[in-house]
Structure formats: C-alpha cells, structure tokens
C-alpha cells in the first residue's frame, strides 16, 4: 500500500547526448503515473474543511485566556460589554486590539444582519468558529499540495489522514488564540519552502510574528536560515522590511486608537514575559516533561514517530520521495525549486518539520507552559509522523523482503500499516470525544438561561470557583446580561467589566495589577446580588461554591434551571478521562453536575428582567 513501483526510466539527461530521448508523450505518461495518484488539492480541502467544521461545532474552549483575553474584548467591541483583564489596561497594553479586529468581521455579522441581539450573538461564536476551521484548512490543504508535488502520494495521503483525524488540531484549528494564529502562518509558510517561494514563507513569518504571536518567531528560525540559502540576501531584506511595516504600521495605529496614547504592544508583550519586565511564572509553572505529556495525549501514536524523524529519514529518507525527474517544480525556474534529488528532497523536508524540535526546546525551557504554546506545531507533527510511518515502512518492506517472498512482505507491511492507522484514528477520535463528552457542559450550561429582550436593568450572571470556563459573554442570551464574580477559592487578580465611565479601552482602572495580586474589587463577596449562579455540585449533593458570605442574613434560596454532567478530574481514572470509551468510561469515570441556579426570592429579579424573557427551548 505504501510501497510504489518505480516507473520505466524517463530517459533523464544522458551526459555528452548519450542515449535516446523519450517521447514527449512516453514522459508526460511516466509523470502521470507518479503524480496523478494523489488526491487532487481541492479535494483535500473539502475533507479538511469538513473536519475543521466539525471541530467549529463541537470543540470546547481549552484555555480561559481564550475567554478573557480575546472573546470578551472583542464581545466588548461589538456588543458593547465583556470582561476587561489587566493586558488591556492602558496602564500595560499587552495586547493589540488589531489581533481582535481580524476576527470581528466573522464575529459580527449576525450584528450586521440585524441579528445580534439575545441568542444571535452565539450564531456570531459560531461563525467565527467556523472561519478560522476553514483557514486553518486552507493552510493545511496548501502544505498537502506541496507535499504531494514533491514526494510519494503515499506520504501524502499519510499526511492528509493524520491532519483530519487528529485530536490535537481538533482542538487548535479552532481556537481564537495567537498560537492557532501563528499555526496558521507556520503552515503556510512550511507550505511555501516546500513550494521553493521564500518571499511567500518571509509573508507568513512577519504575519504570524507579528499580528499573531511574536515569541513564536523561534519556530520560524529553520525557514529563515533556508530563506537566506534559497534566495538573493538583497531582495529578501528588502522583502522582510516592507512586510513589516505592512504589519507593525497597521498594529501601531489601531493601538493608538484603542490606547489613546502612543505604545507598542508588541514590545509591552516582549519586554513582560521574555527580557525581565515581569514574570510569566506567576501564573503557574510546570516540569520538563509537561509538553511531552501534552503532546502525547493529543496525538498519540503519532508523537513518537514524528520525534524518530530524523532517525527514519537517515535509515529510508530515499523511500518519501518522487523518483528523478517526477517533480514538476525545476519547471519554473525559480530559487529552491530545482530537482535536487532524493538527499536533497529528504533535507527540505527535514528543515521542513525543524519548527517541532526547535520550537519544543524553546517553550520547554520555560518554566511557565501552557498546552496551547505547542499548537504553533501541530500540522508539522503530523508531518513528520507521516514521513516517519511511510519510511519505516519501506524500510521494514525491504528488510521483509530478504527474508520472506516478496508478495508475503507486502502483505505483512500492508497489514501492519492498516492496523496501525486503523489504531491510531481510533484514539484520535476517542480523544477528541472525551473532550467533548466530559468536558462540554461549560459550552451548553449558560444556553439554559433565558433569553432577554430590549433594554433595562443589568442581569448579574454569577459564578466562583468554575470562572476559568466561562465561555464568554456570547454565550449570554441577550444584552442586559452581565457576568460577575463571587468569592472562591482563587486568591489571583480576575478580570473586570469594561467601564465606560472610566474611559472604556483607554482606561487605567486602579483594580489592575501586574503581578497577579487579587483585587477585591473585582468580584462579590458573595451570590447575594446574583440572579443567577452557575457551579459545580458533587456527588453528596453540596455546592463548591459558598453562595452566602459569613454571616449574611437573608441570604435567597436558589432553584435548578438545568444540569449537566462533568468529568471530575482528579478522582478519575486518568486513561478513561482522557479517553472516551463508551459503557467503560460512564463506569469509571467520578462526575460533578455542572449546574445552573435561579434565585427563588425573584422580587428584584423580576422587576430586573420584565416580561420580555423567553424561555430556552
């Protein structure tokens, strides 16, 4: 299956014009029967935007800085409310609000449409959702053209099946992050050295260090170094420089206007988590093995094969590519793009997928991780994974073959690679769905509230211990809504509303620090004010969340809207809650209800809400 007859010899140049020369026709068919089976690239992106649109539907949000630091300020910027978190004081301005603007347009169209008010804004979530699974899918379905033009259809398929099966872009293809972002660039651009176009790959670097996450420039370093080989110096800084100010002229700008002063976020950003104006590890540190267990969750069998890379490419590298003259790409005459045989297809592609093992040295030295910093790699781990298998596989077909009858070889070698593709599309899958099947309530909870029309008094929606899953203000049905804070056992500095009053985006509150001190001002002392609270119950039945403060009196009675199950993580078993496996994993796995409570005593709710509310359906 992975293993492919060489053609009848081309007639390649003979030195001294020795030897006859094919027919035109004899060379275009030897071509067509190396090139023509892979999947053409359009159809590889249909299968990929299918995936991707899966995961827009469905994923869950990984990370609260996806929440606060990107979909509430942009729910802020086009609806008016959401929680502001000390990067965006303009005291710091750590973060550009341009990154914001990129995703408004997906974001706001309900708006545009007439749509954005009550459970509209969530169609808005969606759409945006939706747009970035269908770049990502055009980043991915581009590094599977050049991967297709330059080496065996085997590969390439390989490496189509791992990018839409895979449980780690599942997650990150998604994503409104600057690592998905930067993911996104990266792709492209290990698309473009493919390709041989190294002003497209100085593009996709300055695009991604720039407007998406710039300590991420590290993962670019391999293509630089390439870029400096492959084309002339001159032209390729002459490049660099337009495409920066084509980047950081833009970010400046619509900083001063969010800011109301002159700065740079880029540098705010640098000069706090890298060169010694803060320190990242306050918000929690992790040991050397954090990523590698991270990684090996999300892709499984595929993480040690990608990591082999460049052990299988020195033992069968020959095995990936195309045979002499196959490739199309010395046609056009341009840098990098030459046929420069089987040692020097193998090299690119080893420079290719360089980005995983510079970048994953990079991010581990640092003591402060996050599972997202990795997804800047993902597409490329699933392409050394696919060089890994389909050269070890040649490699355990030609050993077979000393040993055993060639048709016998094939067959072991076949059966093998069914089984293990089979194995691995299982687990990826059954990843993906514990994420969604334990994890997923935070997403569904919050569409049981109500929905509220028209204007009038704000609705506090409260929550305290489970304030990192919030999944943003578009999933609050209805302008009036606004999220709020109760005392729990998080003793760090939590967001705040944006204040309007205060200067909105060129505010500089005074209940924001920089180093993660928590400010009583920005949450209650309790659910007393609170018209509705979202927390978890355990299996005794108690709340984790304390509603009354010591003392209170008259505290109010609460009544269930809606519960949902959710995975508790540390009296489960870690293989089920990280694995769906159905009947197994409802056996084993501990679960809290993840629920929603209305006040009974509802005087002031009601004259709060009015009579324009709408039940869920």
């Known amino acids: 299956m992975l293993r492919q007859r060489t053609p009848h010899r081309e007639g390649a140049r003979q030195e001294g014009g020795k030897g006859r020369t094919p027919r035109p026709g004899a060379r275009r068919a030897a071509r067509a029967g190396t090139a023509s089976t892979a999947l053409p690239a359009t159809t590889a992106f249909v299968l990929l935007a299918l995936a ?47 990154y914001l603007l990129l995703h408004a347009p997906a974001a706001g169209a309900p708006a545009l449409l007439g749509l954005g008010a009550g459970r509209a804004k969530l169609l808005g979530f969606f759409l945006l959702r939706a747009a970035l699974g269908l770049v990502s899918a055009a980043t991915e379905a581009w590094l599977y053209r050049a991967v297709a033009a330059r080496y065996r259809p085997a590969l390439a398929h390989c490496l189509l099946l791992f990018l839409c ?31 041989g176009r190294p002003y ?6 300055a695009v ?90 999300n892709f499984q069998f595929l993480l040690p094969l990608a990591l082999l890379f460049p052990v299988a490419s020195a033992l069968a590298g020959a095995s990936l590519c195309l045979p002499h003259g ?63 298998f389909v050269a070890l596989c040649s490699l355990a077909g030609g050993i077979l073959g000393m040993l055993l009858p060639r048709h016998a070889a094939t067959a072991v070698v076949q059966l093998f690679a069914a089984l293990f593709l089979l194995g691995s ?42 304030w990192h899953r919030f999944p943003s203000a578009f999933f609050l049905p209805g302008q009036r809504y606004r999220l709020q804070f109760i005392k729990s056992g998080f003793d760090g500095l939590l967001p ?36 509705y609270v979202v927390t978890l119950r355990d299996e005794q039945g108690a709340l984790l969340d304390t509603l009354a403060a010591e003392g209170e009196e008259g505290a109010p009675a609460w009544q269930q809207l809606a519960s949902l199950p959710f995975v508790d993580q540390a009296r489960s078993p870690p293989l089920f809650r990280a694995f769906y496996v159905p009947g197994l994993s409802a056996q084993r796995n501990r679960r809290y209800e993840y629920v929603l409570l209305r006040r009974k005593d509802n005087s002031g709710v009601q004259h709060a809400e009015g009579q324009d509310m709408k039940q869920p359906q």
């Open 200 to 205: 497209a790959v100085i593009l996709a670097a």
């Open 165 to 195: 099966g895979s449980s780690g872009l599942f997650a990150a293809s998604t994503a409104m992050l600057p690592s998905s972002f930067t993911m996104y660039a990266l792709t492209a651009a290990a698309a473009g050295m493919l390709e």
């Open 496 to 531: 705040h509303q944006f204040d309007d009053k205060q200067g909105g985006t060129r505010a500089a509150p005074p209940y924001f620090n920089d180093r993660n001190q928590e400010e009583p001002a920005n949450y209650w002392p309790s659910a007393y004010g609170c018209h």
């Open 208 to 297: 991604g260090v720039v407007w998406g996450w710039c300590v991420a420039g590290f993962a670019f370093l391999p293509y630089a170094l390439w870029v400096l080989a492959a084309a002339p110096l001159l032209r390729s800084v002459g490049w660099l420089v337009l495409c920066l100010a084509g980047t950081l002229g833009p970010l400046v700008l619509v900083d001063r206007h969010f800011y109301g002063a002159w700065t740079a976020s880029l540098w705010n950003f640098v000069r706090y988590n890298v060169v010694g104006g803060g320190d990242s590890a306050l918000y929690g540190v992790e040991d050397a093995s954090f990523y590698l267990r991270n990684a090996l969750n």
């Open 425 to 466: 599309g299982l687990l990826a899958f059954s990843r993906s769905a514990a994420l969604v099947v334990n994890y997923g309530a935070p997403l569904r909870i919050y569409q049981h509230l109500p929905e509220v029309e028209g204007s009038g008094p704000p609705i506090s929606v409260c929550t305290g211990a489970e």
């Open 52 to 98: 991707r649109l899966g995961s827009a539907a469905l994923n869950i949000i990984h990370d609260c800085d996806e929440t606060f630091n990107y979909l509430e300020p942009l729910h802020y910027f086009l609806h008016g409310s959401g929680m502001q978190t000390w990067e965006y004081s303009a005291q710091f301005a750590l973060r550009s609000w341009l």
């Open 326 to 388: 196959s490739s199309n790409g010395g046609a056009h005459g341009k840098p990098g793009r030459g046929r420069t045989g089987a040692s020097g297809s193998v090299l690119r592609l080893l420079v290719c997928v360089a980005p995983i093992y510079v970048w994953g040295a990079a991010i581990t030295a640092l003591p402060h991780k996050e599972e997202r910093f990795l997804y800047v790699v993902y597409p490329l781990i699933c392409l050394a994974a696919a060089a890994s």
